[in-house]
């Protein structure tokens, strides 16, 4: 029995399919305008590459994330909070806090032993510590975001960026440049200022070991040391691209449905 | 949640809510009634009746922006009264006789200074409220009314006599006692009434001469003795915070299947649980002491949250709730300290809890409904 699950984020669309409690395909592919159209884009090419002809083929489909109601051939629709904790949970059952950074938010989940979601926050409306703030800056750096996430780039002396709001954050690197600080300081200090905005929400919920990451800024290496060195615990490592862990447990979640009934 | 509900009086209610302006007070103007704006629950608005005047509760519905009142307002003033403000300089609030504040916050103390050097309206006072709730704060509050009876009759050349007090009394009363029976219907398994239409009918009892909104609510009580409720719903939902005034903020709450069963925020059971006391000698002292001692009371009254937890708790057993929601406007310091202390009371008990910050006007939907959705999601609902 195939099932699949659909996470339309503000950045990124993410499929994938499982079959029999493994995952047989996954892709990501880059947001559209129209969510309907990204949601539909993910799923074709995950199921090209599970080997099947037609959507008809899953026998449930959850969706979620932004685009969550505009998931056109879902059967329901779960937020990503619950999604994101029961894949991170799924991929490493030893997971107790997950935070999840996306295009547009970020969120810290606390698990019980069984995975289930005992609290959560999620950060405001702004920008501040997720990609959209890592994009704003790779653009002023002029460094692209590999340039950020590079644990060569990570100078020792990180200077302290205090704005957590992109614009401010922004004229305040323009500052640093012009001061003549050096590149990877720079790069340095916002991790490290993203690192400490995760650390006051992850505060809030509470950390129990193990933390895991997902989202796409979980790939920021330079971002999971920071906050490691800000935590004092290491960042624990999915066996999966933790990308795609909302939509793992949004299929997971359809799974269950299915065997439910 | 689909709005179920047939009835003439209700679609009044909730037209009333949606606008600052509304055919009753048009009508009430036109037959030569004076209205008088206030703002926030503890204005002893018996008092406006008795003198004639209408008393509206000031909201800043309607409004798209603050770009006339920024200037007026420091940042760290909460978007209520920024609104609100916007509305008067817009125009929208010519139509008042007579403004009354009062020192609940600040921020209200701000809209008084405001309003005061900026507008023309005939009547401008402001209030004194004590901050606590104890004996001599009520008589504090005591002279207070009598110093506002005193102005209201000399500047509206109306005599407010303690006969005309006590008919006052009883006919906000009987307001409360109605507004009581409607949420008498959402105690049930399939409430006859969902907590967004609920609110417009509270927001509209703020809204519109007493007389006529007892009518309409008794029409509507009727009208909904005939419902067969809600029944398709995952969580009964409890509201928690401050000046809530937009049925659509409660919607998409509801929207996600959290059905809205009964709350303590200043459109809802803070204002109309208790009655004021019909019987008292002084009808003066009677009020007082309602307004600081008897009603539940809010955050900004000092050392009285025991009081308010212990309410919370009666209202989440009378009215079977699975969860609450701590609602907070942006730079509410009382609701800052009352949410946070909320959230170690309901830990303590089980009751799932929620705290959500927000700006008076609706905006960032999507995180409003993915919060309420995780958080029915989390509560295995």
């Not at chain 1, 947001?31 to 083929?57: H, Q, V």
């Not at chain 1, 899953?58 to 937020?79: C, D, M, Q, W």
């Not at chain 2, 009746?49 to 200037?71: N, V, Y």
Request: aromatic share 8%; glycine share 8%.
């Amino acid at each position: 029995m195939f099932v699949g699950g659909c996470d339309v984020g503000s950045t990124t669309g993410k499929a994938v399919i499982i079959h029999e409690a493994s995952i047989v395909a996954h892709c990501i592919t880059p947001s559209t305008t129209n969510p309907e159209k990204t949601a539909r884009f993910a799923m074709a090419e995950a199921l090209r590459m599970a080997g099947l002809n037609s959507i008809d083929d899953l026998r449930y489909i959850v969706g979620t994330g932004y685009g969550r109601l505009k998931v056109p051939f879902a059967h329901e629709n779960v937020s990503e909070i619950t999604c994101h904790a029961r894949g991170a949970y799924w991929l490493n059952p030893a997971v107790r806090t997950v935070v999840d950074i996306g295009g547009q938010d970020c969120k810290v989940m606390a698990l019980d032993k069984n995975g289930k979601v005992l609290e959560f926050v999620m950060n405001d409306r702004c920008a501040a510590g997720t990609g959209r703030f890592f994009e704003a800056m790779a653009l002023v750096l002029g460094c692209g975001l590999e340039g950020i996430s590079s644990p060569a780039n990570q100078g020792a002396n990180a200077a302290t960026i205090s704005s957590q709001c992109s614009v401010f954050a922004e004229s305040e690197v323009v500052t640093l440049i012009n001061e003549g600080v050096e590149l990877p300081n720079i790069i340095a200090g916002i991790n490290s200022a993203v690192a400490n905005r995760l650390f006051s929400m992850i505060r809030r919920v509470g950390l129990t070991k193990e933390l895991a990451l997902t989202g796409g800024c979980s790939k920021n290496e330079g971002l999971a040391r920071a906050l490691e060195k800000k935590l004092d615990v290491k960042v624990t490592l999915l066996p999966q691209d933790p990308q795609i862990a909302g939509a793992v447990g949004a299929a997971l979640i359809g799974f269950d449905k299915v065997n439910h009934h | 949640m689909e709005t179920t509900i047939t009835s003439t009086a209700f679609a009044e209610f909730a037209a009333t809510a949606e606008a600052i302006m509304n055919p009753a007070i048009e009508e009430w103007r036109n037959n030569g009634g004076k209205v008088v704006g206030y703002f926030c629950s503890h204005v002893p608005t018996e008092v406006l009746t008795a003198a004639g005047l209408l008393p509206f509760r000031m909201r800043g519905t309607g409004s798209t922006g603050t770009e006339l009142s920024d200037a007026f307002y420091s940042s760290i003033n909460c978007s209520f009264p920024r609104h609100t403000f916007n509305q008067a300089l817009k125009g929208e609030y010519d139509f008042l006789d007579g403004l009354l504040c009062i020192s609940s916050c600040d921020h209200i103390r701000r809209v008084y200074d405001n309003w005061k050097q900026n507008l023309n309206t005939p009547f401008v006072k402001i209030m004194s409220l004590p901050k606590k709730v104890g004996d001599p704060q009520v008589e504090w509050y005591r002279e207070e009314i009598n110093l506002l009876r005193g102005e209201l009759e000399q500047h509206f050349g109306v005599q407010i006599t303690d006969e005309r007090l006590r008919a006052a009394i009883k006919l906000h009363n009987e307001t409360r006692r109605l507004q009581r029976q409607l949420y008498d219907l959402r105690k049930g398994k399939h409430p006859a009434i969902t907590g967004a239409e609920t609110l417009a009918v509270m927001v509209a009892g703020s809204a519109m001469p007493a007389e006529r909104y007892n009518a309409l609510l008794r029409s509507l009580l009727d009208d909904l003795s005939r419902s067969n409720g809600t029944r398709e719903y995952r969580a009964r939902l409890m509201i928690v915070g401050s000046e809530l005034d937009d049925p659509e903020y409660v919607e998409i709450i509801e929207e996600q299947g959290g059905l809205v069963v009964t709350d303590s925020i200043c459109y809802g059971t803070r204002t109309m649980w208790v009655d004021v006391d019909e019987q008292a000698a002084d009808p003066v002292e009677a009020l007082a002491r309602y307004y600081i001692q008897e009603r539940p009371s809010c955050p900004r009254m000092n050392g009285d949250q025991p009081r308010r937890a212990q309410f919370l708790r009666n209202l989440i057993d009378t009215f079977q709730v699975d969860g609450v929601i701590g609602e907070r406007m942006l730079f509410c310091d009382f609701w800052c300290t009352e949410h946070y202390m909320n959230r170690l009371d309901f830990k303590e008990v089980g009751i799932p809890f929620i705290q959500l910050d927000r700006e008076y006007i609706l905006s960032g939907k999507g995180q409003l409904r993915t919060r309420i959705q995780a958080f029915l999601e989390t509560m295995g609902k």
